[in-house]
């Protein structure tokens, strides 16, 4: 499994991508940033989840990347956003303009949790896409990229920084 701080900053830099270069910062406003990036941390609120279970129940249980790692979740969240997009289209003004809100939240919530498991599984490691049809995912290669986890975090981060440097993109942090 990537490490958490990949999680987030590498679906950071993606959506960060599409931010600058297909959607525009208007109609992509930098909060849905922080939202994608804590969904791409969220399936592994099963680690905390098997702590705690473990701690009240006496019964040392782990399941992490199994329920949290299935595609389900990421479609049902592509679902919701499609829903509420199509809803806006139907409404007028204040209203429109919520539910157009919500169906992005959606969607970047749906890729920020998709992208977590194509991490997991490049990355090798725990991961039960398929739960509940199958278990076990069989069909992550295995690159063994678990190794180069630190440096693959630092050469992330220094590309992103040069990218957002070059562009002057920088201050739309602070
Ligand atoms: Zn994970």
Same mark, same amino acid.
């Given at each position: 499994?990537?490490?958490?701080?990949?999680?987030?900053?590498?679906?950071?830099?993606?959506?960060?991508?599409?931010?600058?270069?297909?959607? %525009?910062?208007?109609?992509?406003?930098?909060?849905?940033?922080?939202?994608? %990036?804590?969904?791409?941390?969220?399936?592994?609120?099963?680690?905390?989840?098997?702590?705690?279970?473990?701690?009240?129940?006496?019964?040392?249980?782990?399941?992490?990347?199994?329920?949290?790692?299935?595609?389900?979740?990421?479609?049902?969240?592509?679902?919701?956003?499609?829903?509420?997009?199509?809803?806006?289209?139907?409404?007028?003004?204040?209203?429109?303009?919520?539910?157009?809100?919500?169906?992005?939240?959606?969607?970047?919530?749906?890729?920020?949790?998709?992208?977590?498991?194509?991490?997991?599984?490049?990355? %090798?490691?725990?991961?039960?896409?398929?739960?509940?049809?199958?278990?076990?995912?069989?069909?992550?290669?295995?690159?063994?990229?678990?190794?180069?986890?630190?440096?693959?975090?630092?050469?992330?981060?220094?590309?992103?920084?040069?990218?957002?440097?070059?562009?002057?993109?920088?201050?739309?942090?602070?």
């Amino acid at each position: 499994m990537a490490y958490a701080v990949t999680h987030i900053l590498l679906t950071i830099v993606v959506l960060d991508f599409f931010r600058h270069y297909i959607f %525009g910062k208007h109609r992509f406003p930098r909060y849905l940033l922080v939202i994608g %990036g804590i969904a791409g941390l969220l399936p592994d609120i099963d680690i905390p989840l098997s702590w705690m279970f473990s701690l009240i129940t006496g019964v040392g249980t782990y399941f992490h990347g199994v329920f949290s790692h299935s595609i389900v979740w990421p479609i049902a969240f592509l679902l919701a956003g499609m829903i509420l997009y199509s809803l806006h289209t139907k409404k007028k003004n204040k209203i429109a303009n919520r539910l157009k809100t919500w169906a992005k939240i959606s969607y970047v919530i749906s890729f920020g949790w998709f992208f977590h498991l194509v991490l997991d599984c490049l990355y %090798g490691g725990y991961t039960s896409m398929l739960w509940p049809l199958q278990t076990l995912t069989t069909f992550c290669p295995e690159f063994g990229l678990d190794h180069y986890a630190v440096s693959i975090d630092a050469i992330i981060l220094v590309l992103w920084l040069a990218h957002e440097e070059l562009h002057q993109k920088i201050k739309d942090y602070f």
